[in-house]
């Protein structure tokens, strides 16, 4: 248990930030699953229009540290890669 004002402050604002970091990284996953199933399902029509949305999720988790920048830059680049390899078969 902390024991100095200052020590007690600082545990509740790490509660709160572990919290805000779980939001963050709940979200994160939930736009790399969502892509993931239209991917996997054939709609590239869903997933071109879901991609700026794809990156700025991404960017925004990567920007606030939860994730790594160059994590975020190497999903966004793999999955775009993947979309149009996958348009350009039709």
Known sequence: MPNT???????KKTKLQATVNKIRKNKYKSAIKK?????NS???KEAKS????????LMKVAK???IKKKTASRKISRITKSI???SSKK
Do not use: E, H, W
């Not at 892509?35 to 991917?39: G, S």
């Not at 879901?50 to 999720?57: A, T």
């Open 5 to 11: 004002k200052s020590a007690i402050r600082r545990a």
């Open 84 to 86: 149009n390899k996958g």
């Open 42 to 44: 054939g709609k590239l």
């Open 50 to 57: 879901f991609l700026p949305k794809f990156n700025s999720q």
């Open 64 to 66: 606030t540290g939860v």
């Open 35 to 39: 892509m993931a199933a239209y991917l």
